[in-house]
Every structure is written in structure tokens, then in C-alpha cells.
């Protein structure tokens, strides 16, 4: 059978790619649905166990200001890697996570080192084990490091790391406002100093950082056009 | 920590939470071992060398181990806010830790806590949470299921052209937006610090000052493995100081 299949002519591969890329897409689609089925029932089946409720006021105001933020930014990764990815490894990235910092640069190394080039079958080919394989890694690595945690479960709830665990919010944005402000380092004092000034000057915004993260975010946006407009951002 | 958090964490790292993430996980795993083997006999089918397919997997394989590495730190760090089975799912499969540790605390606000705290964490809180973090992310699966077939067929298949090299617009757009939700943060941690609240701008510059260096160890030390590993160890870094800093402030 494969031995037939290696001597398929141009055409005859052609074709086959087709029924290949349509079995694809019938099988990706249902395969994201039970996983985003799956992934929603995980919330009620913890409030299940837990004995809690989900408060579908605070539900819809903390997914209002989530989906500000995300949803735009799921779309432009959703146009930039998919034609990167192929269609096979897209159903499965958006699905396994960690794109941009691990599916996606495996996927291109993989690629690169089979020579596969951006838009044929072999990228199609390439990028779906690549990216399956990059999973699987994730999953037995994590699996194998919450085992290894179990035992320093009494550790890590230890008052002592208390401000540890509460301060993990600080941490993240200290580290990823360095990188990013590095990035745009010819406008991120502008929104930085404002931010700092508004909430000096008005402490009562301290705790609206949700709505201060969409103010300040759209301002940036603008002031990021303003310097790309002049030529200020060319590098 | 009093009885009632400690119970808490013990509910939320309890065996039932676990065979849920795990039931999940596993389903994933399905799948990805499904679109290999049908990804490998397409390789076969269409003459592709049995090598380079099996160096792909290998090259993934390897690829991949040092940042997973980081995401498992990832679930460290949140694993004394949100217990660990949360965590070990968000961050195995659809989440990333800049993702989950950003939402949760925009959750945690709307639910009506200062942030993302067991000392305030209770069980109704916390599913709403975590249905908030699973909402939100769904929008690049949800455009796979309702648009790929039609975008795919749109790209027609056609080798991409080389751009300029120069950013688009979209590409400043998307670092502005990281920029000011930083900056919206940083902000907000020095307002807390003008109310004498100094320990979250401490952790935030002590996580700075290292991934700083950890920038300058990759850019002028070529030390480019760092790279896999920066933003989970500049958190830990700035943790174990807010343990250190939390005694004196």
C-alpha cells in the first residue's frame, strides 16, 4: 500500500493531498469541539467537587474585560501562524497552547531542518508531528513534574511563601515589562509614566487595574501609531 | 495561613480535581497522537523519506524539552494561588503562563478580590475564575472551527512571499499592547507603593533587575539556551525575594 502510494504521479499526489487536507478539517472540527467541550465542563465539574457556584454576573464582566484584550490579539495569531503552521498543526496548536513561545518556534525548526517550504504538503506534514510531538513532550514533562510536586505540597502551602504566591502577578509584569518595554522602548514611558501618575494621583484606580489596563493599552496603541506614522518606529 | 485557606488549597488539590484535569489532558493527548499517526502515513503516502519524518519528531522532541521545563515552573509559581491541578491543565494544554497569571487576576478583580490571593480565594471565586480563563482563550479554536477550512482554502496553498523584513503596523499594534498592559501594572503597583504598600513594586523591579540580566547574558554572553527559561526564572527569582522582602516590609 505505501510502496503504491511513493509512486503516486504529480497529479495522483495532488489529488491525494486534497482528500487529505478535507479529512483534515472534518476531523480537526471535531476533535476541537470535544476538546472545547471538555475544557468548558472542567469549571462546573471543579464547582462540582468544590460545592461552589459560578457567579455569572462577575462571569460576564471578567470575561467582557478578558475578551477586549484576547480575543483581538487570538485573531492576529490566528492570521499570522496559520499560514505558517498548515491547517493539521493550526487545529492542534490552538488547542495544546503555548504558541508563540514553544509551538511555534519548534514547528519552524522542525520545518527547516526537513527543508519543507511554507504553503506545500510537506509543511502540512512537518508541522502537524511537529507540533504533536511538541505536546506530548509538554504533557509527560508536566505530568512527571506534578508527581515530583506532591510531595512538596506541604512546603509550597507553608505560610512562609505566603508573599510568594500573592506577589506572582507583580512578578510576571515586572519580568515581561522589561522585555517588552525593551521592545518599545521609543514610547513606553509615555503610558508608563502616565499610569504611574494616574494612580499616585488617584488611588481609588489602584484596584480597577482591569479597566486601566484597556485605557492605558489603547492609548499606547495610539501613541504607537503617532511614531510609526512619522517613521519614528523604523528600525 | 489560617484552617479555612489551608482547607481550601486541600479541596483544590484533592484526587477529584486531579482526575478531571487528568481525564482532560488525556483527551488532548488523544489527539495529538491521532493527527501523528495521520500526519506520518501522509508523509509515507506521498513519498516523503522515512528519515526526515522520524527527524522531525526527534528534532520536536528535543526542542521542546527545555521550555516545558519553564512551563512547568509556570505551574509552580501558580501553584500556591490556584493549588496544582488547575495550573498542570491551563498550562499543559490551550494556556500560557503570561495568559493565565494576567486573566486570573483580571478574573479575581471582577469577582471582588484585590488580586489573585489564596488569603482570599474562596471556593465560588475560584470556579468563576477558572470558567473566565477558559472562556477567554477559546477565540483562536473557535475561529479554527468556524473559519479554517475557509481561510486555508483561501491561502490556496500558495508558498507565502518574503516580506521586507520591515514591522507592519499589526506587529507594533500587538507590542503596544503588551507595553501598556505592563505599564497599566506597574502603575498600579506604584500607586500601592504611595499608600506605603511596597511590596508589589518591589517584586515587580527585583523581576525586572533579572530578567535584565538574563538579557544581557543572551545578547552579550550568547548564552541563547536562557532564552527558554527567562521569564519563569526572573518570577521565581522575584518571588523568593518577596518571601525575604515580605519579613521586613
Known amino acids: 500500500m505505501e510502496n503504491k502510494n511513493n509512486l503516486l504521479s504529480a497529479e495522483g499526489r495532488r489529488a491525494w493531498m486534497e482528500q487529505y487536507n478535507r479529512s483534515i478539517h472534518r476531523e480537526g472540527r471535531i476533535w476541537t469541539l470535544v476538546c472545547l467541550g471538555a475544557l468548558l465542563a472542567v469549571p462546573f465539574l471543579m464547582g462540582m467537587v468544590l460545592q461552589a457556584k459560578t457567579d455569572m454576573n462577575s462571569f460576564?464582566?471578567?470575561?467582557?474585560?478578558?475578551?477586549?484584550?484576547?480575543?483581538?490579539?487570538?485573531?492576529?495569531?490566528?492570521?499570522?501562524?496559520?499560514?505558517?503552521?498548515?491547517?493539521?498543526?493550526?487545529?492542534?496548536?490552538?488547542?495544546?497552547?503555548?504558541?508563540?513561545?514553544?509551538?511555534?518556534?519548534?514547528?519552524?525548526?522542525?520545518?527547516?531542518?526537513?527543508?519543507?517550504?511554507?504553503?506545500?504538503?510537506?509543511?502540512?506534514?512537518?508541522?502537524?508531528?511537529?507540533?504533536?510531538?511538541?505536546?506530548?513532550v509538554?504533557?509527560?514533562?508536566?505530568?512527571?513534574?506534578?508527581?515530583?510536586?506532591?510531595?512538596?505540597?506541604?512546603?509550597?502551602?507553608?505560610?512562609?511563601?505566603?508573599?510568594?504566591?500573592?506577589?506572582?502577578?507583580?512578578?510576571?509584569?515586572?519580568?515581561?515589562?522589561?522585555?517588552?518595554?525593551?521592545?518599545?522602548?521609543?514610547f513606553a514611558a509615555i503610558p508608563l509614566v502616565l499610569s504611574c501618575a494616574v494612580c499616585i494621583l488617584v488611588p481609588s484606580l489602584i484596584r480597577q487595574t482591569s479597566v486601566l489596563l484597556i485605557v492605558i493599552g489603547a492609548l499606547t496603541i495610539g501613541v504607537s501609531f503617532v511614531f510609526y506614522k512619522k517613521g519614528a518606529l523604523d528600525e | 495561613?489560617?484552617?479555612?485557606?489551608?482547607?481550601?488549597?486541600?479541596?483544590?488539590?484533592?484526587?477529584?480535581?486531579?482526575?478531571?484535569?487528568?481525564?482532560?489532558?488525556?483527551?488532548?493527548?488523544?489527539?495529538?497522537?491521532?493527527?501523528?499517526?495521520?500526519?506520518?502515513?501522509?508523509?509515507?503516502?506521498?513519498?516523503?523519506?522515512?528519515?526526515?519524518?522520524?527527524?522531525?519528531?526527534?528534532?520536536?522532541?528535543?526542542?521542546?524539552?527545555?521550555?516545558?521545563?519553564s512551563v512547568l515552573l509556570g505551574v509552580v509559581a501558580l501553584s500556591g494561588s490556584m493549588g496544582i491541578p488547575l495550573p498542570w491543565l491551563r498550562l499543559s494544554v490551550i494556556g500560557n503562563l503570561q495568559y493565565e497569571?494576567?486573566?486570573?487576576?483580571?478574573?479575581?478583580?471582577?469577582?471582588?478580590?484585590?488580586?489573585?490571593?489564596?488569603?482570599?480565594?474562596?471556593?465560588?471565586?475560584?470556579?468563576?475564575?477558572?470558567?473566565?480563563?477558559?472562556?477567554g482563550i477559546l477565540g483562536g479554536a473557535l475561529l479554527c472551527l468556524f473559519t479554517l477550512k475557509a481561510y486555508a482554502k483561501k491561502l490556496g496553498g500558495k508558498p507565502k512571499a518574503a516580506g521586507s523584513g520591515k514591522k507592519s503596523f499589526g506587529d507594533w499594534a500587538m507590542i503596544a499592547m503588551f507595553v501598556g498592559m505592563c505599564a497599566a501594572y506597574i502603575g498600579s503597583y506604584a500607586g500601592q507603593a504611595a499608600q506605603k504598600e511596597y511590596l508589589p513594586l518591589a517584586t515587580a523591579l527585583i523581576a525586572a533587575a533579572a530578567m535584565a540580566l538574563c538579557e544581557v547574558l543572551e545578547r552579550k554572553c550568547g548564552m541563547k539556551w536562557l532564552e527558554n527559561f527567562d521569564l519563569a526564572a526572573s518570577m521565581l527569582v522575584a518571588m523568593g525575594a518577596a518571601v525575604l522582602l515580605g519579613g521586613v516590609m
Not at chain 1, 498543526?89 to 495544546?96: E, G, N, P, R
Not at chain 2, 486570573?104 to 465560588?124: N, P
Open chain 2, 101 to 135: 497569571v494576567n486573566v486570573a487576576q483580571i478574573a479575581a478583580t471582577s469577582v471582588g478580590l484585590s488580586g489573585l490571593k489564596i488569603t482570599e480565594l474562596t471556593a465560588d471565586a475560584f470556579v468563576t475564575i477558572a470558567l473566565v480563563m477558559t472562556a
Open chain 2, 1 to 69: 495561613m489560617d484552617v479555612m485557606e489551608k482547607s481550601l488549597l486541600e479541596k483544590l488539590n484533592s484526587p477529584a480535581m486531579y482526575l478531571i484535569v487528568g481525564g482532560v489532558i488525556a483527551l488532548v493527548v488523544a489527539m495529538c497522537v491521532y493527527f501523528m499517526v495521520k500526519s506520518w502515513r501522509a508523509g509515507v503516502a506521498v513519498g516523503m523519506d522515512r528519515r526526515v519524518l522520524k527527524k522531525a519528531i526527534v528534532s520536536s522532541a528535543t526542542f521542546t524539552v527545555l521550555p516545558a521545563f
Open chain 1, 60 to 136: 460576564l464582566k471578567g470575561f467582557f474585560n478578558v475578551a477586549i484584550i484576547y480575543y483581538p490579539t487570538s485573531l492576529v495569531e490566528y492570521l499570522i501562524y496559520v499560514p505558517m503552521l498548515g491547517s493539521g498543526a493550526s487545529y492542534l496548536s490552538f488547542i495544546t497552547g503555548n504558541l508563540s513561545n514553544l509551538k511555534i518556534p519548534c514547528a519552524v525548526n522542525a520545518r527547516e531542518m526537513a527543508d519543507a517550504r511554507v504553503g506545500t504538503p510537506e509543511n502540512e506534514i512537518i508541522s502537524t508531528l511537529s507540533v504533536a510531538t511538541s505536546s506530548l
Open chain 1, 138 to 186: 509538554t504533557v509527560v514533562v508536566l505530568a512527571l513534574g506534578v508527581l515530583l510536586l506532591q510531595p512538596l505540597q506541604p512546603v509550597l502551602s507553608n505560610p512562609v511563601l505566603t508573599p510568594a504566591f500573592d506577589n506572582v502577578v507583580p512578578a510576571l509584569f515586572g519580568a515581561l515589562g522589561l522585555k517588552y518595554f525593551l521592545k518599545g522602548k521609543k
